[in-house]
């Protein structure tokens, strides 16, 4: 009991011995423009590292499409003997 009435003492203390502090705000642009001329570099990496990102994000997804029946129209044609139809069916799609 003694120790819990030092501790709440000792807080009061501590309590009246931290000065206010004004609080300074700073919004993201007055940070940017402090952080010179490394925050353009950045910021312009940044836009070439989304483009590239988005460009390949395109690509990529528009390689995974490929017609339903393009795998159907294939086999149908190896079945069939006529190889050089099934090539030239396989140079008409532009997809990995």
């Known amino acids: 009991?003694?120790?819990?009435?030092?501790?709440?003492?000792m807080d009061a203390v501590a309590v009246e011995a931290v000065p206010q502090q004004q609080?300074?705000?700073?919004?993201?642009?007055d940070l940017f423009l402090k952080g010179g001329a490394l925050m353009w570099v950045l910021l312009a990496l940044s836009i070439?590292?989304?483009?590239?990102?988005?460009?390949?994000?395109?690509?990529i997804r528009k390689a995974g499409q490929i017609d339903k029946n393009f795998m159907k129209?294939?086999?149908?044609?190896?079945?069939?003997?006529?190889i050089k139809s099934a090539v030239a069916l396989c140079q008409k799609y532009d997809s990995p």
Do not use: C, P, R
């Not at 129209?73 to 006529?82: Q, W």
């Open 23 to 29: 609080e300074m705000t700073l919004s993201f642009f």
């Open 48 to 59: 070439v590292a989304i483009y590239i990102f988005g460009k390949k994000w395109w690509m």
């Open 73 to 82: 129209d294939i086999h149908d044609f190896i079945h069939d003997g006529k």
């Open 1 to 9: 009991m003694l120790f819990n009435l030092l501790q709440s003492g």
